[in-house]
T-cell receptor
Framework: GENVEQHPSTLSVQEGDSAVIKCTYS??????FPWYKQELGKRPQLIID?????GEKKDQRIAVTLNKTAKHFSLHITETQPEDSAVYFC?????????????FGTGTRLTIIP | EAGVTQFPSHSVIEKGQTVTLRCDPI?????LYWYRRVMGKEIKFLLH????????ESGMPNNRFLAERTGGTYSTLKVQPAELEDSGVYFC???????????FGEGSWLTVV
């Protein structure tokens, strides 16, 4: 089965600086890679996702890159703000007729230092 | 549009007791998923319904866990009898079909003492 590893487990960044979280996956059939943000006591919320037919996707301060050859993908947050503090989860899935069974990484607790 | 709702939000039960968690997916979503996060670990897949049918239950830990989705609307996840290692957050999620975003509920926190 799929195995997703996520690093680092904790990350502290000065406000305004960039944060990078990295994930690797094992199943070459995986083709969908979402990132979820979970604030304390709240639901995981999708912040960005990428499919295997593209190498990079950007949405304002958030970007995701995918290297299919190396089987890794990364989340980049630029100009970090205090509200970016949360736990971030990467996930991978081999989407097959609607079965988006996600395999998650262990999460990264991001703290933005004012 | 209402999101995925889960009940109860928190539950504390004694070892050996039974707990039933409920999930109401977003209206119209055929796919319903259950996930679980044990303290400090990753969010793990439990099972997937397509309407009322179990599409994939490969993540169910053992036969103490029973999930149902009668009528293809809301779903229940029963743990009977509960053990200490069942403690964690149980998330429900739903989406409409292929390539659609998966939306999560806020989770049901289960503590078995």
């Amino acid at each position: 089965g799929e195995n997703v590893e996520q690093h680092p487990s904790t990350l502290s960044v000065q406000e305004g600086d960039s944060a990078v979280i990295k994930c690797t996956y094992s199943d070459s059939a995986s083709n969908y890679f979402p990132w979820y943000k979970q604030e304390l006591g709240k639901r995981p919320q999708l912040i960005i996702d990428i499919r295997s037919n593209v190498g990079e996707k950007k949405d304002q301060r958030i970007a995701v890159t995918l290297n299919k050859t190396a089987k890794h993908f990364s989340l980049h947050i630029t100009e970090t703000q205090p509200e970016d503090s949360a736990v971030y989860f990467c996930a991978a899935s081999s989407s097959n007729f609607g079965n988006e069974k996600l395999t998650f990484g262990t999460g990264t607790r991001l703290t933005i230092i004012p | 549009e209402a999101g995925v709702t889960q009940f109860p939000s928190h539950s504390v039960i004694e070892k050996g007791q039974t707990v039933t968690l409920r999930c109401d997916p977003i209206s119209g979503h055929d796919n319903l998923y259950w996930y679980r996060r044990v303290m400090g670990k990753e969010i793990k897949f439990l099972l997937h319904f397509v309407k009322e049918s179990k599409q994939d239950e490969s993540g169910m830990p053992n036969n103490r866990f029973l999930a149902e989705r009668t009528g293809g609307t809301y779903s229940t996840l029963k743990v009977q009898p509960a053990e200490l290692e069942d403690s964690g957050v149980y998330f429900c999620a739903s989406n409409q079909g292929d390539r659609d975003t998966i939306y999560f509920g806020e989770g049901s926190w289960l503590t078995v003492v």
